[in-house]
């Protein structure tokens, strides 16, 4: 099974205690919901993370994607605590 580097970035990463990790996807690739799904399920503090913050951003590839994107083998998934403008 191939897999995917998700990073972790602001206070995401500073909750969550590491900046990256690696997740193994099918070959054919998966939404970014059913693989968070499968990570949440393993990891209770990532679960909490993602339940104690809303409106959680995603990225494939350091372009914004949705939860419904597939990630397939060899990307870089990346999360984010939504901007604030000022």
Known sequence: MASV???Y?????EQLGREHETAAVTAEGESVTSLLSALRAQDSALNDLFEQTPRIRVAINQALASF??????????????????G
């Open 5 to 7: 580097t998700i990073l």
């Open 68 to 85: 419904q994107d597939t990630v397939r083998p060899g990307d870089e998934l990346a999360f984010f605590p939504p901007m604030t403008g």
């Open 9 to 13: 970035f602001a206070s995401l990463r």
